[in-house]
């Protein structure tokens, strides 16, 4: 009986030992040399004072990691609890920051995607825009992103735009602005077989603006509504209407036009640029006012990532587009192959139509990591690297399959993908690495059997 006794005092005491709350008396904060300590006090789901049980510190500092990867700010992110006493909690987080300016040599083909560049339009140089784009993260310290680029090539654009992320003192709303103008002479005028058909003059054929503004809302770590408000106007040459009468809405050679978005996103993942583990829901609504010629579009998507060991995970994603059209005209009429609305296999491809929608179904397996090393025996390269972050590669074997159907209430006589079921599956392979690297490699086949290896991704700065 009195060993009962004493198992029974023994159990009750480790439950209240881990089911002990504690008391967050001070969170400290080190390596931030510019990153004010609030943007990082916002991506914790604890603050000071707050009352949290033992056994839970270990998911929260988890959850405040992830938190603080997906900022984009930092390199390298530590977070431990100590004990200052029975009660109290001490949190220390140590950051180191990344670096923020870049002055960007830009060069980027102007196809839909590297493939497509490379092969179906010879990696012609004539199809790549070049100049230099100044990106300032972090720019005062809030998370706010600048961007001013002046680029050439085969298109001639300027561009502007400044993103703050908290205007108010609870750190919930955020506004930004942005402009934007372009001129080019070589335009995608028609569809056909569903492949782009290009018109290339000597003079301009192309040209535009647009300016907006846009508010955000966060009224907690993973919700946010974000409001856009655009005018812009698109105008192509007399050669352009020749070929297609029908290119804008309005019949006419130019288009100027109001536009409003809104969107609301559930984002919770452990690494936005590359999940392994958690969910998004994204639901936009896009209204175009054009003097009688709007367009009305909704899109929801929703990706679910689950890790069922270290070495393996699963990723889904479902994706769909409608479309309300006023009436038969080229530009509307864009839908799979743009935007995030894209299936592996089908990289040379578009299908234009009123709705589409996409189901693609992956499993990863690592295939192991690679870390630079640090020192070579070189001194002056060694002093380099010392200052340098520590550069890593996790490489990641996908196997995938691809789903998709594009409805189109009037869809053109040469196209085979309209209308029908979409089908594609592959292999790939990833590479991760630090800022947000992501490169995909793919080798995909489609119903079409059109076999082809693929690459895609890049780097975020």
Do not use: C
């Amino acid at each position: 009986m009195l060993k009962i006794s004493a198992f029974i005092l023994f159990f009750v005491g480790v439950q209240l030992k881990t089911n002990a709350q504690k008391i967050i008396s001070n969170i400290d904060i080190e390596g931030n040399a510019k990153t004010k300590s609030y943007i990082i006090l916002r991506e914790l789901p604890y603050q000071v004072g707050q009352l949290i049980s033992a056994d839970s510190i270990l998911y929260y500092n988890k959850i405040a990691k992830q938190q603080l990867v997906n900022t984009s700010l930092f390199t390298d992110i530590q977070l431990t609890a100590n004990d200052l006493d029975s009660t109290h909690l001490n949190i220390k987080i140590v950051v180191k920051e990344r670096w923020y300016f870049f002055p960007i040599p830009y060069f980027r083909w102007v196809d839909r995607n590297f493939s497509e560049w490379w092969n179906a339009r010879s990696h012609s140089l004539d199809r790549v825009n070049y100049g230099i784009n100044l990106r300032q993260s972090n720019t005062t310290g809030n998370n706010d992103r600048l961007t001013l680029g002046l680029i050439t090539g085969y298109t001639h654009q300027a561009v502007a735009r400044y993103q703050f992320p908290f205007i108010d003192k609870k750190l919930k709303f955020g506004m930004g602005m942005g402009a934007q103008y372009f001129t080019q002479k070589e335009l995608n005028t028609s569809t056909y077989s569903d492949k782009q058909i290009f018109t290339k003059t000597i003079n301009e054929i192309s040209k535009g603006y647009r300016v907006n503004v846009n508010l955000s809302y966060r009224p907690n770590l993973y919700n946010r509504f974000n409001f856009q408000l655009g005018y812009g106007n698109s105008a192509i040459s007399d050669s352009a209407m020749l070929v297609k009468p029908n290119y804008f809405p309005n019949h006419k050679k130019s288009l100027s036009y109001t536009d409003l978005s809104a969107s609301f996103s559930t984002i919770k993942f452990d690494y936005n640029a590359y999940p392994t583990e958690g969910n998004s829901n994204e639901v936009g609504i896009y209204q175009r006012i054009a003097n009688g010629y709007n367009l009305s579009s909704f899109q929801f998507r929703k990706l679910h990532a689950h890790r069922f060991s270290n070495a393996h995970f699963y990723l889904f994603e479902t994706n769909s587009l409608f479309k309300i059209l006023t009436n038969q005209n080229y530009t509307d009429n864009k839908l799979m192959g743009y935007g995030n609305l894209q299936m592996n296999g089908f990289e040379y491809y578009v299908i234009d139509g009123n709705a589409g929608s996409i189901a693609k179904a992956e499993i990863h397996h690592l295939l192991g990591t690679y870390t630079l090393p640090r020192k070579y025996g070189i001194a002056v390269l060694d002093k380099v690297n010392s200052k340098l972050p520590a550069i890593y590669y996790h490489f990641w074997l996908r196997a995938f399959t691809n789903l998709g159907y594009v409805y189109s209430e009037k869809p053109s006589n040469a196209s085979k993908l309209s209308n029908t079921l979409l089908r594609s599956f592959g292999v790939g392979l990833d590479v991760i690495s630090i800022y947000d690297l992501v490169i995909k490699i793919d080798y995909s086949v489609n119903q079409l059997g059109d076999k082809g290896l693929y690459l895609h991704g890049g780097i975020n700065f």
